[in-house]
């Protein structure tokens, strides 16, 4: 027997139509890339939103059609996601900080047809633009008055919206329909994409408004310092026209005393960022003798938070700390450290040893550890093994189908770190399996490094690892077995390597070793190496 209720699909257009009628005069707040603070709210936001669909339909965008932004946090930045998303386009969000190159091959991979972006991100566009195949419509957040002379033909974003329809309709598709596109660089090979659908986004924020998630309200004022190109800023951009809080954009400013001004001038209830972020505020807090007074809660993931972050927070500013482990592929919270209700009394050092712990599932998301033989490991808090995660907003498999199958029979997906979880259901990460290294909360890829560092022809093998820093969490160390005979130096092998790699993916250090073990498939055994190189400090540290 069928349930007798409406057929309302989720699709996230409702989110924003919500907060225009139910909070229209809840604010955004952005700090413009000029350093200029401007204000709007959603009800404006929606009719520009509105505008964006308008001047993407006479674009010739539709259904299914990818629309690129390369942005930071921004009032606009929203507006063009929610133009694009609401009439069943794919909204795109690029990660500047990936090289010009990396950008390109992303770009044409998406077959991405418009490009809005950042006027910071001109030079890395027009850099790339012979390499675009599929662009065709480049847009700059910019206005008439600050639009900088370019060779792509560009518009300015102010203008192309400026007098175009709002009477355009939204969320005419079914709820799977897909809505946003965010790649992520994985373990191997080039970055795939995670494809979002209108059910997983909205799916996700219903779970993650609730009170031991993020927990907000119509009357709380959230800074995004996490990027909107990082899986929906952990979902923000949409929880918070979900909700009504005001938000509160950094732009391209995250340094200490920028944050600390928007904190305490917007009285911000509510942040979220990496630790690298965090790191930086502490120091310029304690610099000047300030405080926190209007902060309740910030939250912490992207990579382990440090215990010196985690009690400065909450014993020196009396900040609340909520922990969350997530990926690209978990869209993106996975676990969330609100403390369970067993722990609220505990004392300072129990609830502190809680969250370091990388927290619990919400409602929505399963976890579960296993064994090499794919069993599952006893809920005991010390069992470490594969974690695994299931639920709707979650990923099925990558766009186009890139690397293949990517559930178990039974629809688990692999995240590739290493965890134990409790009897409460708390999950710790304890290692990871994946051989990426993360920097600051971006990714450094070990096998371009790994391949570049090879092609020296005094290398037999190379190794690229990330190692603990107290300011960026991991750096890399290259670790290099010499070919037989041969000694290169330290400075040999990174002058090999300038040019090309970032320059932020130099490693910090090599190290010589004389045998780089190897795992039971013939791969590098990065775990082995994790290991022997655990107590070894970095010269940068
Ligand atoms: P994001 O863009 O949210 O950083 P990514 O997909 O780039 O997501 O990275 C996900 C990976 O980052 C996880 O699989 C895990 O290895 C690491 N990670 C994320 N959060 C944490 C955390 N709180 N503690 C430890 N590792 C984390």
């Known amino acids: 027997m069928q349930g007798i209720m409406q057929d309302w699909p989720l699709t996230v257009n409702k989110l924003l139509e919500h907060a225009k009628l139910i909070n229209p005069t809840r604010e955004i707040i952005t700090r413009r890339v000029s350093g200029k603070i401007v204000r709007t709210n959603y009800a404006a936001v929606y009719d520009h939103s509105k505008q964006v669909s308008s001047a993407l339909i006479d674009e010739g965008i539709g259904l299914g059609d990818r629309v690129a932004t390369l942005g930071w946090n921004s009032a606009r930045h929203m507006e063009s996601w929610y133009g694009a998303m609401g009439i069943g386009a794919v909204l795109h969000t690029i990660n500047p900080r990936l090289l010009p190159d990396q950008i390109a091959w992303i770009a044409n991979h998406a077959e991405d047809k418009i490009l809005i972006f950042d006027i910071t991100f001109l030079p890395i566009v027009e850099a790339i633009k012979d390499k675009l ?3 065709k419509t480049f847009v700059i957040y910019a206005g008439a008055e600050d639009m900088p002379e370019n060779s792509l033909g560009a518009v300015a974003y102010d203008i192309w919206i400026d007098g175009r329809s709002r009477d355009v309709r939204w969320g005419d598709f079914p709820e799977d329909t897909a809505c946003g596109l965010c790649y992520t660089s994985g373990t191997t090979g080039n970055p795939k994409g995670v494809l ?5 986004n909205v799916l996700h924020t219903l779970v993650t408004m609730s009170k031991d998630a993020m927990g907000m309200g119509a009357d709380d004022v959230v800074l995004p310092v996490v990027p909107m190109f990082h899986a929906n800023a952990w979902g923000l951009a949409l929880s918070c026209p ?13 340094d200490g005393a920028s944050i600390y001004e ?3 001038t917007e009285k911000v209830t509510i942040t979220a960022a990496v630790p690298t972020v965090w790191l930086l505020l502490l120091a310029y807090l304690r610099e000047n003798g300030l405080k926190l007074p209007h902060l309740k809660k910030v939250i912490i993931g992207g990579s382990a938070i440090p215990e010196n972050i ?3 927070f909450e014993v020196e500013f009396e900040v609340d700390v909520v ?6 592929e978990t869209s993106p919270l996975g676990t969330l450290g609100t403390l369970p209700p067993h722990l609220m009394d505990a004392d300072i050092d129990l609830r502190m040893g809680q969250k370091l712990k990388q927290g619990r599932p919400p409602f929505g998301v399963e976890l579960k550890v296993v064994n090499e033989a794919g069993e599952e490991l006893p809920r005991d808090g010390k069992s470490a093994g594969t974690l695994l995660v299931r639920g709707a907003a979650i990923a099925a498999g990558y766009f186009k189908g890139d690397g293949g199958n990517v559930l178990d029979e039974d629809s688990w997906f692999d995240t590739g770190d290493v965890a134990n979880i409790d009897e409460f259901g708390t999950m710790q990460i304890t290692d990871r399996s994946k051989d990426v290294i993360k920097s600051g909360g971006e990714w450094i890829s070990s096998i371009d490094i790994e391949n570049f560092a090879l092609a020296h022809p005094q290398v037999a093998n190379a190794a690229a690892i990330g190692v603990y820093h107290p300011k960026w969490d991991e750096r890399p160390l290259l670790i290099i077995q010499s070919a037989q005979g041969e000694s290169p130096t330290k400075e040999d092998i990174l002058a090999s390597l300038e040019g090309k790699i970032a320059k932020w993916w130099t490693p910090d250090d090599v190290q010589f070793i004389d045998e780089i073990p190897l795992g039971a498939t013939g791969k590098i055994n990065k775990l082995a190496l994790r290991e022997h190189f655990k107590d070894y400090k970095l010269p940068t540290a």
């Open 133 to 135: 195949e599929t662009i």
């Open 196 to 200: 979002y659908s209108h059910r997983s």
């Open 242 to 254: 979900g909700t009504g809080a005001n938000m509160v954009m950094p732009g391209a400013q995250m």
């Open 262 to 264: 928007l904190l305490d």
């Open 310 to 312: 985690l009690r400065a």
């Open 323 to 328: 922990h969350a482990w997530g990926m690209t």
